[in-house]
Nanobody
Framework: QVQLVESGGGLVQPGGSLRLSCVAS????????MNWYRQAPGKQREWVAG???????GYVDSVKGRFTISSDNAKNTIYLQMNSLKPEDTAVYYC?????????WGQGTQVTVSS
């Protein structure tokens, strides 16, 4: 069993920045992949960014050039640096991990982009 705990959400003005963190209860090096998803009110959950145990990263087109996913194996933590935030980035952001074909989810952290 793996627990994931997100933090770092909040209210920010358009154009601002936030950094989300996700701490795992197990070594992230053992994860096949770790991802950030988000879900806005009335919308389906969507994949935002992911990083493999080998360090390869990917992003949904809408955040490319603005968001950066990274990992710190020593801290069992992944991050999502979000810059140039837009109102449409408002959502609950969830950390996800897959290990040995089992999916784990965090509880989510709210990000609100508004003036």
């Amino acid at each position: 069993q793996v627990q994931l705990v997100e933090s770092g959400g909040g209210l920010v003005q358009p154009g601002g920045s936030l950094r989300l963190s996700c701490v795992a209860s197990a070594s992230i090096f053992s994860m096949n992949v770790m991802n950030w998803y988000r879900q806005a009110p009335g919308k389906q959950r969507e994949w935002v960014a992911g990083i493999t145990s080998g360090g390869s990263a990917g992003y949904v087109d809408s955040v490319k050039g603005r968001f950066t996913i990274s990992s710190d194996n020593a801290k069992n933590t992944i991050y999502l640096q979000m810059n140039s935030l837009k109102p449409e980035d408002t959502a609950v952001y969830y950390c996800h991990a897959r290990r040995y074909a089992v999916d784990y989810w965090g509880q989510g952290t709210q990000v609100t982009v508004s003036s």
